[in-house]
């Protein structure tokens, strides 16, 4: 219970650092959450108590307390599904896979020769049958690969897929990969003419409810980064493209190394990995929960700095986006 309990907490401060004000959750999921309290102190064991000003009134919105100079970020997130799952079908703690705890260290990744097409089906083999990967998985699910032109000259790469990435095994499912679609047509390409993957070919493990489904998200470890990153760089020796965009921090932190405090240390700042061009940039997610012209004009220039790299032409059309 406590480690479960611990997990929220932890993804709320991670919300915190990123500007987030305001956290929205469905009744359902709060119930659910009360009673488990509820029946661990019944029990004796030991409970993360909430604070005092929040004690006893039912609330859909859970705020947290934000630096008031980056309170422009902050935006409310999507609601909750309502059929939240009950008390009684979440097991205790955490399941085996969640955090990377059960990650051995990163293998050796070496791809057989041939053509790219040969080349991308050892690849995705390779993947589905990795002891560590499939340690991650939940019941039923399938690695996530990503998907694309094999010719491809921009990568995008996030950190791990989202639910409905990971339900639909597509890059572009769900609002976010409806926004990325949207963001490279505005580049003047097809979604097919680019290569969309995640350093991890799994969705992070949380709390497990009955039938191996999720109760939330929560960013990759260190050590899920660093083992996804194997794999990804064994992809990128495949495609060769011109250049590797980087979506979001847990992203870039898994392809520079070390942490990073703050998306804005590093996005729009040129480095390499597995020496191709990488620029970082935001998530559509982001931009989704942002909304602010400003955010996705920065989005934007981004791209446009990525267009220039890959030697794709820039109308002034183009240029002129949201100026």
Partial sequence: MRAVLQAIADELQRLKSEGESTVAVSEATLGALRAMVKTQ???????????????????????????????????????APAAAPSAAVVQRGVVAGARGRDLPPPPRVVLPD?????????????????????????????????????????????????????????PWAGASGELLAKMVGAMGLKPEAVFVT????????????????????????????????????ALLELLQPVVVVALGQEAAQGLRGGKIANL?????????FAGIPL???????????????????????????????????????QRGFFR
């Fill in 41 to 79: 102190r019944g029990s004796g064991g030991p409970v993360l108590a909430a604070p005092a000003a929040e004690r006893g009134a039912a609330k859909s919105e859970m705020t947290i307390p934000v630096n008031p100079l980056r309170a422009e970020r902050a935006a409310a997130l999507p609601k």
């Fill in 114 to 170: 041939g053509d790219k097409a040969a080349r991308w089906s050892a690849w995705q083999a390779l993947v589905a049958t990795d002891a560590g990967c499939l340690a991650q998985l939940r019941p039923g699910v399938k690695p996530f690969f990503g998907m694309g032109s094999l010719d491809a000259k921009i990568v995008f790469v996030a950190d791990a897929p989202s639910e409905d990435e990971e339900r639909a095994g597509s």
């Fill in 198 to 233: 995640t350093l991890l070919p799994w969705r992070p493990q949380t709390v497990a409810v009955e039938g191996g489904a999720s109760l939330g998200d929560r960013p990759p470890a260190p050590t899920e980064l660093a083992y996804g990153a194997v794999f990804f760089r």
């Fill in 264 to 272: 804005a240390e590093v996005r729009g700042q040129w480095t390499e």
């Fill in 279 to 317: 620029l970082v940039t935001c998530k559509p997610s982001y931009l989704i929960r942002s909304g602010s012209t400003r955010t996705k004009r920065m989005a934007w220039e981004e791209l446009l700095l990525v267009m220039e790299r890959a030697g794709l032409p820039i109308s002034d059309k």
